[in-house]
């Protein structure tokens, strides 16, 4: 699916008219980022939310959801 939508962006037809015409959009250059600063931003404030998130359940999970603990060694096996 990634390839049709490469093929696609990267098949746009040259057109004079874009060019000289400065109110138009202007094509995106192959050496400008790919990742420019709001995506950085916004990739790091998710990644530290995430961690922030999964650290509270893993520490705290038990005391929140549960009113005993629960150890995966020491539990006994349930055979049905």
């Known amino acids: 699916m990634d390839n ?3 093929i696609a962006i990267c ?3 040259y057109d004079k008219k874009r060019q ?3 109110g138009l959009n202007k ?5 400008n980022p790919i990742m420019g600063p709001d ?3 916004t990739i790091i ?3 530290t939310y ?4 999964m650290i509270i359940l893993l520490f705290f999970g038990m005391f929140m959801f549960s009113s005993e603990t629960y150890n995966l060694i020491t539990a ?5």
């Open 4 to 6: 049709l939508g490469a």
């Open 11 to 13: 098949t746009e037809p």
């Open 20 to 22: 000289s015409n400065p």
């Open 27 to 31: 094509r995106v250059s192959r050496s």
């Open 39 to 41: 995506m950085w931003r």
């Open 45 to 47: 404030c998710q990644a």
């Open 50 to 53: 995430q961690l922030l998130v």
């Open 76 to 80: 006994p096996i349930d055979n049905p």
